[in-house]
C-alpha cells in the first residue's frame, strides 16, 4: 500500500450521471486547494438513497470515460469494487488508514451540507476528515440546530488552515456554479431531448449505447 505524504481530497457522489457541475467544481476545488491528490468517489450502493438508476458499473464508467483526458482528476473506485452499502465515514476510515496522518479533504455541496446530520455516524466524520462545502446553484444553508453548533465550531475561511491539521475544520468554498444536475439529465434522456453540452460528449455516447436512462 503507497502512504500519501501529501493532502487528499475526495469528492463523492452518486454521479448518474456525472456532468459538467461535478467536473468544473472539482477542478476548481482541486486548483483553489492547491491539491495534488484529487480523487472523485463514486457511491457503490448508497445508503441515503432510495436507488441509483444507473448501476454502479454504469457509472464508474461514465466517470472514468469523463476524466480519461484529464488525469489530475483521479476515480477512486473502492466503493464501487465492495460488497454491500457503502457508508461515507467507513470509505473515510479505509483512505485514512492508508494514508497515515495528512489533511483529508471532503469535498461537498450545499445541498448535501445541509443533510448532513442523517449521515450514518456523521459525528465520526469530523475526526476523519476536513469538510469544504461548495456552494451549489440557488442552495441555502439550512442546517438543524445540531449541525449549526457543529459548523459554527470548525468554520475557518482560510484554505492554508487546512493544512495544518488532519481533520475536524469546515471552510466553505465558492465554486463556479452550474445549474446542472444528474436528475435534470435523466429527466430530459428520459423525454427524449439532448443533454448535449451538459455533460461530456464520450458520457453520452455511452449512455446511448448501454441505453440508460431511457
Ligand atoms: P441528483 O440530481 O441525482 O441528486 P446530483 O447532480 O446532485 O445528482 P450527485 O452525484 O448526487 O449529483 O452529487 C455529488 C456531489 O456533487 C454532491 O456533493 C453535490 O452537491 C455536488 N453537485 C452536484 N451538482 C453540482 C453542480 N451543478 N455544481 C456543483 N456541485 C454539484
Known amino acids: 500500500m503507497t502512504r500519501s505524504t501529501q493532502a487528499i481530497g475526495i ?40 436507488n441509483t438508476f444507473a448501476s454502479a458499473d454504469h457509472r464508474l464508467a ?18 464501487v469494487r465492495r460488497e454491500g452499502s457503502s457508508f461515507m465515514v467507513e470509505t473515510l476510515g479505509e483512505i485514512r488508514r ?30 476523519l476528515t476536513h469538510l469544504v462545502i461548495m456552494r451549489r446553484p440557488e442552495s441555502k444553508h439550512v442546517y438543524s440546530s445540531t449541525l449549526f453548533e457543529q459548523m459554527q465550531r470548525r468554520l475557518v475561511n482560510n484554505p492554508a488552515q487546512l493544512q495544518n491539521s488532519a481533520a475536524g475544520l469546515i471552510l466553505p468554498l465558492e465554486v463556479t456554479q452550474l445549474a446542472i444536475s444528474s436528475t435534470g439529465i435523466r429527466r430530459q434522456i428520459h423525454a427524449g431531448l439532448s443533454p ?6 464520450p458520457v453520452i455516447d ?4 448501454q441505453g440508460l436512462y431511457a
Not at 69 to 75: A, D, M
Not at 109 to 120: E, F, K, S, T
Not at 206 to 209: K, P, T, V
Open 98 to 127: 492508508e494514508a497515515g496522518d495528512v489533511p483529508i479533504l471532503m469535498m461537498i455541496g450545499q445541498d448535501a451540507a445541509n443533510v448532513l446530520d442523517q449521515w450514518h455516524e456523521w459525528h465520526r466524520l469530523f475526526d
Open 196 to 201: 448535449r453540452f451538459l455533460l461530456p460528449d
Open 11 to 50: 469528492f463523492g457522489g452518486t454521479f448518474d450521471p456525472v456532468h459538467y457541475g461535478h467536473l468544473r467544481a472539482a477542478l476548481e476545488a482541486m486548483e483553489m486547494l492547491q491539491l495534488q491528490d484529487f480523487r472523485l468517489l463514486p457511491a457503490g450502493t448508497p445508503p441515503h438513497r432510495a
Open 206 to 209: 455511452y449512455i446511448y449505447e
Open 62 to 79: 461514465m466517470l472514468k470515460l469523463a476524466l480519461s483526458r484529464y488525469p489530475e482528476l483521479q476515480v477512486d473506485d473502492r466503493e
